[in-house]
């Protein structure tokens, strides 16, 4: 009886394990491809955030490339005005020019403002508002027909200090950047 008991216990364990074999193994399948499936979406999230992260990269340095280029435009056509208001020889031409060079310097501003991170915009600030300062003082001295020297000399100078506060500025738009010296 302990002979036949046994037998008996082993052929409902073969048994049970033969209906079960197919459950368990769609379970562990099913388990195995939930876990793929996963790893798959873990993996195209990663590509979708490394794709978002280059972007904002790419629209940062295009931004920054931009306000550089505006900001020394604007320059280079306020202080070709500042030359033509000393010597008397503005005409609408200039007008236009520096007026342009202005709006594209106000919108690079803007975009620079609405993208850039506090170090860039803290380093940028001094050259704003220098620019400012230099583009009422040329106008101002345009309005007064006793132009003084000593003003137009006070502006160019001014202007040409303002090639002192680059460095900051591209230094924090190159670490914004991750760009390293020496890499």
Partial sequence: M???VTAVVIAIVGVIGTLLAPIVSQRLSAQARREEFDLQRLQRQEEYDRGQQEK???NKRSCYVTMISATRRYRLELMNYLYAVNED????GARGRLEEARLGFNTSLAETQLTGIAPV???LEPITKRMS???MATKTLERHSSKSNSSFEEIKSSLLKLW??????YAAMRDDLG???GA
């Fill in 89 to 92: 020889s503005v005409d609408s």
């Fill in 164 to 169: 002192d506060e680059w460095p900051r500025l």
């Fill in 179 to 181: 760009v390293k010296d």
């Fill in 121 to 123: 915009l803290e380093a």
């Fill in 56 to 58: 904002v990269l790419a």
């Fill in 2 to 4: 302990n002979a036949s």
């Fill in 133 to 135: 300062e230099c583009y």
